[in-house]
């Protein structure tokens, strides 16, 4: 609307302006940096379609959450590569498997780092699904019960909070009640609430070894035309006990976000994803588009649509960023 005395603005928009209207703050203590630890000792290995993020052995990890901490990146997610992989995934709650050692480790070397698991079982299984598989096809009951185990197993070996992300139905209750009945009333959930069936994943798929060996992931991930399906799944979570509710990926997904931040008075988590990241990467090693102003402008509309944290492969880049 125009008004009859209108006058064009002229502001002078210097940084101490910009500043001073800026509606929008990225902190490094709100991002959770994705870690992937594998078996073996003294390694670290580039993961080829993520530059700059590496597969490392668990007595890595202290320097890693050294390094992690001095950025003020307080928050780790971690990701296992199992020595073995079977159709049962039973690497995922084995009391020594390499996520319960990992765990350990940061405890005893880092102790004021959140250490955040993800728990589902893809990384552990031959097949590649999230889940048991009976006829070829995930069966969701089967599967809560192992799920609750490796959030279990989780919380037995030091996790401040369980992630899970294989999308079966009820999953979040099963893992509540489990914690809950053996005292571990204190570890809060994050659910992947809202995670659609994305090709954005391929590079995760490779970095953990994890790409189903036949049909895909979309009997029980979100069809990316949904949008009020994303309100039903976090519903579910909520009323199920979730304490952060988590939408995946990002970029394509900032409705998705908005809508959520919206309906639900809990914190929002957004994972900006590893195909999300390598698209950035891949531009900017090219000379197509500044890397360090496409991430930073990234993140910061992830957060301006409505999300309190954000999974990124970036929290280390950004926070030397935000600290300059
Ligand atoms: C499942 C899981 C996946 C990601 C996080 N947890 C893979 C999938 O759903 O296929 C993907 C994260 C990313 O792409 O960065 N354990």
């Known amino acids: 609307m125009i008004f009859p005395e209108y006058r064009p603005r002229r502001l002078r928009r ?15 203590a709100q991002l959770i940096y994705p870690l992937f630890v594998m078996p073996g000792k003294g390694k670290k290995e580039q993961i080829s379609s993520m530059p700059g993020v590496f597969r490392i052995t668990v007595d890595q990890l202290g320097k890693e959450a050294r390094e992690c901490l001095d950025l003020g990146v307080n928050s780790v997610i ?3 590569l199992p020595a073995k ?3 049962m995934g039973s690497g995922a709650h084995a009391k020594d498997g390499i996520i319960q050692q990992a765990i350990k480790e940061l405890k005893n070397k880092a102790p004021e780092l959140l250490v955040f698991t ?7 299984t031959s097949h590649g699904h999230c889940g048991i598989l009976i006829n070829e096809q995930v069966d969701n009951d089967s ?3 192992v799920l609750a185990s490796t959030a279990l197993s989780h919380a037995r070996a030091g996790a401040d909070m369980v992630a899970p992300s294989d999308m079966m139905d009820g999953r979040v209750g099963e893992i509540r009640a489990i914690l809950d009945d053996n005292n571990f009333q204190h570890v809060p959930i994050m659910s992947y609430a809202v995670k659609y069936a994305s090709a954005f994943y391929g590079p ?3 970095a953990a070894d994890c790409a189903p060996q036949h049909g895909d992931r979309r009997g029980y991930q979100m069809d990316p035309a949904n949008a009020v399906e994303a309100l039903r799944e976090a519903t579910l979570d909520v009323e199920e006990g979730a304490d952060i509710l988590m939408v995946k990926p990002a970029v394509a997904y900032l409705d998705i976000i908005h809508r959520l931040r919206a309906e639900f008075d809990l914190p929002i988590a957004a994972y900006h994803v590893s195909g999300e990241y390598a698209m950035i990467k891949a531009a ?3 000379g197509w588009i500044d890397e360090e102003r496409v991430m930073q402008e990234t993140l910061l509309s992830i957060k301006r649509a409505g999300a309190d944290i954000i999974l990124t492969y970036f929290a280390k880049d950004m926070a030397r960023l935000l600290r300059k």
Do not use: M, Q
Request: charged share 30%; aromatic share 10%; net charge negative.
């Open 14 to 28: 210097n940084e101490s302006f910009r500043a001073l209207i800026r509606e929008t703050h990225l902190s490094a």
């Open 78 to 80: 971690l990701f296992g």
């Open 85 to 87: 992989k079977d159709p």
């Open 118 to 124: 993800d728990v589902c079982l893809c990384e552990y």
């Open 143 to 145: 599967t809560l019960e």
């Open 204 to 206: 995760f798929r490779d």
């Open 284 to 286: 900017g090693a090219n």
